[in-house]
């Protein structure tokens, strides 16, 4: 009897965990799915620095009304070859100006610096100070306080070249007194057109003459 008894309770037990083995259902394997990777972030490209490519500007005085007079002058700016800086790559710029006839210059995200790493444009970063200074005659006596920002995002600014969206790269001079030859706030103004480069430029100010010259796009060319 007792045999029988543990017989009947090991077939109930076999039974059982059979039927459990039945009905266990098997979990599909997970599939991993692959996480995509960013698409690398790009900029418009407002400076076309690439070599060969140049542009041919025409000089003209501009009053403080801001009335513009030709000079009947005529100069270029031109990329001319590239080279490594700190592992950086650069590019001369050749510029004609009162201060340098060029300078090393690349773009770096929106920014464009130059080989000592000042901003010289951004496309992208209209909030920043890139400059922020005073310039002294003598200790005490201040000449001016100079601010670089971009400014005028998007301003259409018309050349014999053609009409062009720019974006402004401004040095604002604000001149103490006595300096400012009555005129207290000076500006030189570099604009730039996406795709196309720069289109105008006002060249270095003098503190004893009211009157700017600017150069301003006539033809250029882009390999």
Known sequence: MKRSLLYSVLLLAIAT???????????PEQIETPVASAAPVTYANYTQLKIGNYWIYERFNIDQQGNATSQN???S???SKDTLIRGQKYFK???LSL??????????????????????FSSEDFTTNFHDSYSLAVPGDTIYHSVYKMTDKDAIITTSAGNFTTSNFQKKYTI????NQGLAVRYMNTRYC???????????????VLSTVERRLVRY???
């Open 17 to 27: 965990t059979q039927s459990c083995k039945k009905k266990k259902v098997q979990e």
């Open 99 to 120: 201060l340098s006839n060029y300078k090393y210059i690349r773009d770096s995200l929106h920014y464009t610096i130059d080989s000592n790493g000042e901003i010289l």
């Open 221 to 223: 060319h882009l390999n």
């Open 176 to 179: 103490y007194p006595n300096y």
């Open 93 to 95: 710029y050749n510029s």
């Open 73 to 75: 002058v005529f100069d």
């Open 77 to 79: 700016c031109y990329v």
């Open 194 to 208: 996406k795709n196309i480069g720069m289109i105008t430029e006002t060249q270095p100010i003098f503190l004893s």
